[in-house]
């Protein structure tokens, strides 16, 4: 039977409709007559109806086809499809009354507003009863998904009622929260308490659970669909009106927070300007141009039109990346863009692309920053930020780079974790050269936690809330020193202009920021609340997991107090204690000794013998002061 009516054309079902209407004129007549006269007789009513019984059977396949009654599919057929019924049986009545008159038949009013009711009636049941059947058909022909909606409102309402004619689901019951739902019926469907789930989902041998709570906000659908999951389910999230219409929805349109409006203080890439004018015309390398910092440095460099811009970059997709990025923003710029693939641990590498584009200026900005992931690869970290910054710092020396200037951390101060201990080495390596150097002027720029870089806590808060949360926090006392890319790479240009050698500048950031406010601020800022015990309804949980090994409760800047003014207020020099020529040939010998060796505990003990405060973590108590007369 299914098989036959799926062979059946638009074309042939339409005309099958329209049959079902034309049939239904004569059965309605013989109806209203026995109704009305309780006989059949041709001497008799039936006698008068039967000459006009023809034009009413011509003219309801007339009208009905005009009206497009026949055009309207089966599951489609709803309150305006019945309203075009009602039209056509009234034109009907209409019609064999004025017929009546005409012939003289004498057949009175009240035969014919029954005979139009009885139509309307017919017409619109039939159509109803096909669809049940073919409905029951199409399930029988095929398994249907067996699914649960979850939320009872309105949506789900309306979910529950459009698919109880779906083909291939079949939804068994409701789960909601609302306790006054809960034990009621809605749409033929129970309403359960979101408690029973794992035993619906057993009991009723549930595959699939709609989430039909569009107004419900995305981290709660996000964790409801969590615990969903773990049953073994598959969960979908039914959109909301809005989405359905291709309008996304406020939360969807907002743009992420701006790192700025998180530092807890004015941003300051806007006060510390000037020195563009110093790389204008020059050749310029950056080493690690396709990271965070790289690439923002990459922009603004070449806003200030050098002549040529290397881009050295180990990492194949993030160098493309930047290249494609930059020659889109040459806007006719004479600027000369070379993409270099490559280690800045290769020494011959590194001196041919000195050599060749005669480069002027180095920003030595790439190293391995992750500090645990640095902390669990420590041969890699130490190989790749203290042996290549020697390399190309080296290199650059000899090829008579005029300025080398190293981005750091202020994790190099004092610190606690390998990756800290690294950019320490790093730096005192860049500051044996600037005491030996006579031609290359070496300097470093120490940065606070870059909001919105890669591996910084922004990006990684702002994925766990688009997940739904929790939001993960080391420690609730923990303190940072945030800055945002712009100004750290405003820093860099600025500081690396007027530079005169083995200096360390920093940018002062004010006070440091407590991490669990930021958070808070993060998670308000995305649009959402905080839940904890004061707001149990809240959209995102804050979760404290404990400081990782080697990451410190507050962070330093300056490893001594003193340090001086520069020619911008906001960003101060400091000139710190450095080990002697003998002692960084002898560190760097042992470590290179260690990595070849693979011996990461060799390689920490080099980096303990010369790099100030570097040991397990402090313990955790009160915050480390800031250094004597520091400007916040």
């Not at 039936?46 to 034009?55: E, K, M, N, R, T």
């Not at 591996?455 to 926090?473: C, N």
């Not at 960084?584 to 070849?596: G, P």
């Amino acid at each position: 039977m299914l098989s036959i009516v799926k062979a059946l054309t638009q074309t042939q079902k339409r005309l099958i409709l329209l049959t079902i209407d034309v049939l239904i004129v004569p059965v309605a007549v013989l109806l209203t007559l026995a109704i009305q006269e309780n006989s059949l007789s041709l001497s008799g009513p039936l006698g008068a109806i039967l000459p006009i019984l023809p034009l009413l059977v011509i003219a309801a396949g007339a009208i009905s086809w005009s009206l497009g009654i026949p055009h309207i599919r089966l599951i489609a057929y709803q309150m305006s499809s019945l309203g075009k019924t009602g039209i056509c049986a009234a034109y009907l009545a209409a019609l064999g009354l004025a017929l009546s008159q005409l012939t003289g038949a004498g057949i009175p009013l009240g035969f014919f507003v029954l005979f139009g009711l009885l139509f309307f009636l017919f017409s619109a049941l039939m159509r109803l009863a096909m669809l049940r059947v073919l409905t029951r058909l199409y399930q029988r022909d095929q398994a249907r998904c067996r699914v649960l909606i979850y939320g009872a409102g309105n949506t789900g309402r309306q979910l529950a009622l459009a698919l109880n004619s779906h083909e291939t689901i079949l939804p068994l019951a409701f789960v909601d929260d609302n306790r006054v739902l809960q034990g009621l019926t809605v749409a033929g469907l129970p309403v359960h308490a979101p408690q029973r789930m794992a035993e619906l989902v057993r009991d009723k041998e549930i595959r699939r659970v709609l989430l039909a709570i569009p107004s419900l906000s995305r981290p709660k659908q996000a964790r409801i669909s969590r615990d969903l999951a773990r049953l073994g389910v598959e969960v979908q999230v039914l959109p909301s009106f809005a989405q359905l219409i291709g309008e996304d929805t406020l939360v969807d349109k907002l743009a992420p927070p701006a790192p700025a409006q998180f530092l807890g203080r004015s941003r300051l890439d806007g006060e510390v300007t000037g020195g563009s004018d110093h790389y204008a015309g020059r050749s310029v390398l950056i080493s690690g141009a396709g990271g965070s910092i790289g690439s923002e440095l990459c922009r603004q460099i070449l806003a200030c039109r050098p002549r040529r811009l290397v881009l050295f970059e180990q990492s194949e997709l993030a160098l493309y990346t930047i290249d494609m990025e930059l020659r889109q923003l040459l806007d006719q710029q004479e600027v000369e863009i070379v993409p270099v693939l490559g280690s800045v641990q290769d020494g011959a590498k590194v001196a041919r692309v000195l050599r060749r584009h005669a480069v002027q200026v180095v920003f030595h900005a790439a190293a391995y920053k992750h500090v645990p992931l640095v902390e669990d690869n420590p041969l890699a970290g130490l190989s790749n930020n203290v042996l290549g910054t020697h390399v190309l710092a080296r290199e650059s020396g000899e090829a008579g780079v005029e300025r080398f200037i190293l981005v750091s951390s202020d994790k190099a101060v004092r610190p606690t974790n390998v990756m800290g201990a690294s950019k320490r080495l790093a730096e005192q390596v860049v500051q044996d050269l600037a005491s030996r150097s006579q031609t290359t002027v070496f300097t470093m720029v120490r940065f606070g936690n870059v909001l919105g870089s890669s591996g910084s806590v922004l990006p990684l808060f702002l994925e766990q809330i688009s997940r739904g949360g929790p939001v993960t926090l080391t420690h609730a006392e923990a303190t940072r020193y945030f800055m945002t890319t712009e100004e750290a790479v405003r820093l860099v240009l600025y500081a690396g202009s007027f530079a005169a050698g083995g200096e360390v500048f920093v940018l002062d950031m004010g006070q440091p920021v407590a991490i669990h406010t930021l958070v808070r601020q993060v998670i308000e800022g995305s649009g959402y609340s905080v839940r904890d015990a004061a707001h149990p309804e809240g959209d995102i949980e804050i979760v404290v997991t404990g400081l990782r090994p080697g990451e410190k409760l507050h962070e330093e800047l300056l490893i001594s107090g003193a340090h001086q003014a520069t020619r911008h207020p906001k960003i101060l020099s400091a000139r710190e204690g450095c080990i002697s020529e003998i002692e960084v040939a002898a560190s760097l010998r042992a470590l290179r000794q260690a990595i070849e060796a693979g011996d990461a505990d060799a390689a920490r003990a080099v980096a303990a013998r010369v790099v100030e405060g570097y040991g397990p973590p402090p313990p955790l108590g009160a915050p480390a002061p800031l250094p004597p007369g520091w400007v916040g």
